[in-house]
């Protein structure tokens, strides 16, 4: 049984930076597609960004294109999302989730794509 757990999430000024790690007790990830999404207040969860299995193909939101970076160590026991130049909108909490696959070019941006999520960690960037 697979149990993601984020850390990493705090408190930050506008402009700070954070990033937060995604595990699964120390065992790989490898054969998962992964992806983040949030929930700010009163809002609907989003997708933030996604990483196929073998990790060659990356997606991100718009709204935080060349702004969030999404990674993993090496041997993929743990995803990374590292977001930089944070802003007030950018509050939310933050899930990983992960696809069992056997595709290894593919990323997911549709939550009902993910097999297991995390129970979140929350961001919350100051003006």
């Known amino acids: 049984q697979v149990q993601l757990v984020e850390s990493g999430g705090g408190l930050v000024q506008a402009g700070g930076s954070l990033r937060l790690p995604c595990a699964d007790s120390g065992r790989t990830l490898s054969t998962y597609a992964l992806g983040w999404f949030h929930q700010a207040p009163g809002k609907e969860r989003e997708f933030v960004s996604a990483?196929?299995?073998?990790?060659?193909?990356?997606a991100y939101a718009d709204s935080v294109k060349g702004q969030f970076t999404i990674s993993t160590d090496n041997p993929k026991n743990t995803v990374y999302l590292q977001m930089n130049n944070l802003k007030p909108e950018d509050t939310a909490d933050y899930y990983c989730?992960?696809?069992?696959?056997?595709?290894?070019?593919?990323?997911?941006?549709?939550?009902?794509?993910?097999?297991?999520w995390g129970q979140g960690t929350k961001v919350n960037v100051s003006s």
């Open positions: 990483l196929s299995r073998n990790g060659d193909n990356t």
């Open positions: 989730a992960a696809k069992a696959v056997y595709s290894d070019n593919y990323y997911y941006q549709v939550q009902g794509s993910y097999d297991y």
